[in-house]
């Protein structure tokens, strides 16, 4: 029995030491690590004079491959530098030296080996030598690289993030080839170890704030990171607000741009969402197809957006308001049709709009949660037994539903989904200031909600810009979208460090003088 | 303590918003009650005595940098005087606070919540307002920039859109009465202005003071040309007499408008506007109140004192206009001038003494 429990135990593996005797370093290693069945350590012998060795590594992290040629190396090498099994301690440093199939590593302590082990490594200790050499021999199995499915975007690039910390910065590392985009990577989760990196432009991002973004990272003490929503929540600015300040996305596209304008994107092993700091709401109202499709049209989508967003925050609760407190406000002949569709509706408006509100939240929910093969028959339930059916039955008035599935479809044009999930909860809010004191509760809410963003900040810089505090320089990427050769300088308050982005004043013309001339058959003289 | 700053720019949106509130809610009605048809030229005039308070208010306050009026006449005057002369401007924020929430809720009330008590209007605008204030001045300025185009859309919409009902003939004959309905009718205009007296709080957090003159210059000019432009746009569309007695003749006049058979109603544009103005408006109110009262009693936050303050406004609001007559009975140039003048001028002329007294070179005298 053991009676060490896990901080103890822990503890203990960071103490232990890798000795001079291969068979007590294989004991403390058995202790260790329990005998884990995926955990293999063949042992073999080396060279002429056969020197105790033993290579540990973990099943299923490994490339098959790599082990062979590993090993065959290892054979090789020894036999032709003839290392005589008298000078044990040489064995290490010429290994080390020339297995240069593989990059390898040394490994002072056990703590040392067994991260390196269970990150894919593979460890190879001698009789006689109180180090290790850890081979890169890393290999398993991924998700495909495939386009997000939540993120999804007309005119972008297809590429989504995957799981693993390292194709994920390689996804940038591939869109911004410059040598001052640097890496840097930390591990968090006094159990689960898991990889956290973060890349920025060096020299454009603020030193204070990655200084900041730094600090806070290392504050995160906790046992396990399973996604990097526990990483959000840990570096928030503002944990009770319901609008996200940590903006993330799967789109390395997006994450690109973002680290171009100044931001910091932090990655999380393990998971395909990837964290932008600082985050502002605009940022998040911006698609990626805005700006790769041409000018007019990127304006359009974007407006539209806009409109629909404000319209999923308050039109429900607008729509309280009028029928209880404004009636008089509505359009006679409108109000006249609602008033006709509603005759014999046994509940107040507001009842009505809640009720299919919460039918519609619930059947979103079960939409996500079902397995796929009953989605026909949730979304025939859900859909049209039971709006028709409502509406049939005399239940809720035909009005209530439009307003509602309307709302909910404005909802989804927001890029980001949490945004989406922070529009659910106020609308709830303002449905009851609406239909407490009409127009009056829903503009007393509207001011609040002004008031909660403008105070907001994501480390440092403020939620609402370039809004509030209004910088007009930055609108040219805003309610609108600019023309990409008028987007001459980066965003003020995060490119502050060189605002120029791009020389100015490269607007396309035609030539002077056509190479194409009418006369001779199109051929020029 | 960490030091909130606003820029110019804020500044100016807070003291052009607070300007245009009152000029949509009724201020054509009193300047058009004397000079009938003839109420633009007054709204005009109004800019240059409303430069002279804004000049004798915000040189002060420009000339003690980083000072708010109640630190600098302690300075100035010693300690007992120059507490005691500051109440005077801490009484005017509550007092126009209280106006100004009566006056929205009065017509709220009868416009659109003939049911609500006039109360829970009331304490709703305050709400709004010691929500933002307790969010800090910054917050407060941010709240300013997001607003203002929103507000100046919906000023910009509510002349526009009367204008194919306007008959600008109306306007004529220009100077019928002479020129002393015209001077009068400019005294409440001046009487607004008021609210410049904020700038003896709002001016220590500017980041740089010495243009804080001109941004309230600038204000007041087009709170001057908006007001003119009301006033002459509810004359062509109402007609001098109606514009006259209207009690809200911008709002009566954008009720009379019939964009098309479909949109009848667009005056929600400018109730919502107004809305949006007078929660600056209060707020800058309560800020500068709440200020001021804590560095007079020698708190660190102002913070604790914003309910308690609502709800004096609030009160008081009731308290003070027993009906809406009474309320549009202050304003009229005999019984307010003479208030507002002595509350704005008696503590200026007596700062303004000392300051000139103390200035030529005896500063090491304290």
Known sequence: MDYRDISQREEDFKKAPLVADLERNLRTIMEITGNSYDLSIKKCQIGPEKVPAAVIFIDGMIEKFAIENLLQALKLETFKTGIDGINKKEIFATLLNSLLTEISREADDIQTLYEGVSQGETALLFDGTAKAILCETRGWSLRTIVEPENESAIRAPREGFVESVRVNTSLIRRRIRSPNLWIENLYVGSLTRTEVAFAYIKGLAGEEFLEELRSRLKRIDIDGILESGVVEEFIRDAPFSLFPTVFRTERPDRVASAILEGRVAIFTNGTPFVLVVPADLLMMLQAPDDYFEIFPIGLFLRILRFISFLLSFFLPGIYVALLNFHPELVPITLLLRIQAAREGVPFPVVAEVLLMEATFEILREAGVRLPRAVGAAITIVGALILGDAAIRAGIVSPGVVIIVAFTAIASFTSPVFSLALTARLIRFGMIFLGALIGLLGIQFGLLVLIVHLVSMRSFGYPYMAPFGPLIWQDMKDAVIRGFWWKQTYRPRLLGFREPLRQRPGQMPRPPRKSNYSDKNGGKDE | ?366
């Open chain 2, 1 to 366: 303590m960490f030091r909130e700053k606003i820029v110019n720019r804020q500044l100016f949106f807070f003291l052009f918003m607070q300007r245009t509130t009152i000029v949509i809610s009724f201020l054509p009605a009193l300047t058009s009650g004397r000079a009938l048809q003839d109420a633009w030229i007054s709204g005009l005039l109004a800019f240059f005595s409303s430069a002279v308070i804004i000049f004798v208010v915000g040189r002060l306050a420009v000339a003690f940098p980083g000072k708010s009026i109640i630190q600098y006449s302690q300075e100035l005057l010693g300690s007992i005087p120059g507490k005691l002369l500051p109440l005077f401007y801490l009484f005017l924020f509550l007092y126009m606070t209280a106006t100004d929430i009566r006056l929205y809720a009065e017509v709220l009330k009868t416009g659109f919540l003939p049911e609500t008590p006039i109360v829970v209007i009331m304490g709703i605008m305050m709400l709004t307002a010691v929500i933002v204030v307790y969010a800090g001045l910054e917050p407060l300025g941010r709240c300013a920039d997001i607003i203002f185009p929103v507000f100046l859309l919906m000023i910009l919409g509510s002349l526009l859109f009367p204008l194919p009902q306007a008959d600008f003939r109306n306007l004529q004959p220009v100077l019928y009465g002479g020129w002393s309905p015209v001077l009068v009718g400019a005294i409440t205009p001046t009487v607004i202005s008021a609210q410049y007296t904020n700038m003896a709080m709002l001016v220590p957090s500017v980041q740089e003071p010495q243009k804080s003159l001109g941004a309230a210059l600038w204000s007041i000019l087009f709170g001057s040309l908006v007001l003119a432009l009301f006033a002459a746009l509810a004359v062509s569309v109402l007609g001098p007499d109606e514009g006259a007695r209207a009690a809200f003749p911008v709002f009566k006049m954008i009720k009379s408008i019939r964009v098309s058979e479909f949109l009848e109603r667009i005056e929600p544009l400018v109730i919502f506007a107004w809305g949006l103005g007078l929660f600056i408006t209060n707020s800058v109110n309560l800020y500068s109140g709440s200020r001021g009262l804590s560095q007079l009693l020698g708190l660190k936050d102002n913070r604790p004192l914003l309910l308690p303050m609502a709800v004096i406004a609030v009160t008081f609001a009731i308290q003070k206009y027993r009906d809406y007559f009474e309320l549009k009975q202050f304003f009229e140039p005999e019984t307010c001038a003479p208030v507002i003048f002595f509350i704005i001028f008696f503590p200026m002329i007596i700062l303004w003494g000392a300051y000139l007294l103390r200035r030529p070179g005896n500063r090491n005298r304290r």
